[in-house]
């Protein structure tokens, strides 16, 4: 790296500092999503300034969007003077809600010790400022780069990214036409590389029955045995399944390197009371039982297998289970997501940390998923990783951190690779 990019990056500490705490200082909750606006205009206001040229977009229509609380996202793009590609830094600006066990403020971005706290000062507005810090300071260095470089900060990620990401890869903003590299700085860590993601499907199961009085269980059909039923066979044959599937994928943690599948409620029955409440259970067979699957697939699966295998089951009970019925109802899918190791946006960033941090950079897969699976399938644009400061650990976590030193780092990679990609 230039020694004259580091020292601007350097140089810049203070104002990455300021930059880190205003953003964590407009609180983007989500939900119900406030303050996008804000936050948008704010970036919009900076940026513009540094002769990028700005986009508010609202995702109209979008799940949560309203006038009460619109989606709104924000997209900066500065041409450089010479033809090239563009590369293209994405951070969601929402963030989770605040919860117990605080003894910061969440909002208010203290520093001490190398520390800014608040809430979404790892996941993700520190990774959002670094980008920020090393992007204006290449600008600086090298204003005669060739290409493009957009920044952009989208709604929702915290719940889909369906009012960000989403709507904006439907909008062509990620065609590979337009732009031809993606970097995430989702809190990974600096020294890792995040390649994509493990997929995600999740259902509702619901076990039909037949009401009767709870005397003359007899006369009725049981909706709760039923779904014993279809638990006793998820342990018996659904979870060894999962359990000898591996993937090729550097998940981290290793325990997510196979299937997974969490059910995420059950309810049958006389429907739950408020806990004022103070009368008896009227004695009844349930005639419904319903539980919420989240099943977590590898790329090597497949959506359809992942969804064949949970349908072949139920209706091998509905085939040997007297009076057993069934329905399924999708609630929402992921698709996985893995940028190829070869891929230029990943040799680039790995390259960098070596000479940045003087170190072999760790390739990772993540647990979940993030907004990189709208644009892999939407966008149709596969060179796109997560990289950026911060402790995986710490997000959606009381007393959130992200370390200054840290971010420094990070931005320093950043400019080394817009280096890289932009310098021809
Ligand atoms: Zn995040």
């Not at 049958?268 to 989240?294: K, M, N, W, Y």
């Not at 040799?347 to 950079?361: E, F, K, N, S, Y």
Request: aromatic share 6%; with cysteine; glycine share 10%.
């Amino acid at each position: 790296m230039s020694d004259t990019l580091h020292q601007r990056i350097e140089n810049k500490r203070d104002d990455l500092i300021k930059l880190t705490q205003d953003l964590i200082r407009i609180p983007t909750l989500n939900p119900p999503g406030e303050n996008y606006l804000a936050i948008c205009e704010y970036l919009e206001t900076r940026l513009s300034a540094k002769g990028f040229s700005c986009e508010l977009i609202r995702a109209f229509g979008a799940p949560g969007d309203s006038d009460a609380y619109p989606r709104w996202n924000l997209v900066a793009r500065r041409e450089g003077p010479r033809p090239g590609e563009c590369v293209h830094f994405n951070s969601h600006h929402d963030v989770v809600e605040v919860g117990a066990g605080w003894t910061r403020d969440p909002f208010g971005g203290e520093l001490e010790d190398d520390k800014i706290y608040g809430r979404g000062a790892c996941d993700m507005k520190g990774g959002l400022a670094a980008s920020i810090i090393a992007v204006e300071a290449f600008l600086e260095e090298h204003p005669d780069f060739a290409g493009a470089i957009e920044i952009s900060a989208t709604a929702d990620e915290e719940s889909g990214g369906y009012g960000g990401v989403a709507y904006l890869a439907e909008k062509g903003y990620f065609d590979p036409e337009r732009v031809q590299h993606v970097i995430i700085p989702e809190p990974l860590n600096k020294d890792r590389i995040c390649l994509g993601h493990r997929g995600g499907w999740w259902a509702e199961i619901e076990t039909k029955g037949e009401i009767a009085h709870g005397s003359m269980p007899f006369l009725g059909d049981c909706a709760v045995r039923h779904m014993a039923a279809v638990l006793d066979k998820f342990e018996a044959e659904l979870y060894p399944a999962m359990a000898s599937r591996h993937t090729e994928m550097p998940v981290v943690p290793e325990g997510a390197r196979q299937s997974t599948m969490n059910i995420n409620s059950i309810h049958g029955g006389q429907p739950e009371q408020p806990a004022d409440f103070t009368g008896l259970p009227a004695h009844c067979v349930p005639d419904s039982c319903r539980i919420v699957i989240d099943r977590r697939f590898l790329i090597e699966e497949g959506l359809e297998n992942v969804q064949a295998e949970v349908i072949a089951l139920l209706d091998d009970l509905k085939a040997r289970r007297p009076g057993f019925d069934y329905e399924i109802r999708e609630l929402n899918h992921v698709i996985p997501s893995m940028t190829d190791k070869d891929a230029p946006v990943v040799a680039t960033v790995a390259q960098a940390i070596r000479d940045v941090l003087g170190q072999d950079p760790d390739f990772v897969a993540s647990p979940g998923s993030y907004d990189q699976k709208h644009i892999d399938r939407i966008g149709r644009l596969q060179n796109c990783i997560a990289y950026g400061p911060g402790v995986l650990e710490l997000a959606h976590k009381p007393d959130e951190w992200v370390g200054v030193t840290d971010m420094l780092d990070s931005a320093r990679v950043m400019g080394r690779s817009l280096q890289q990609l932009l310098l021809p």
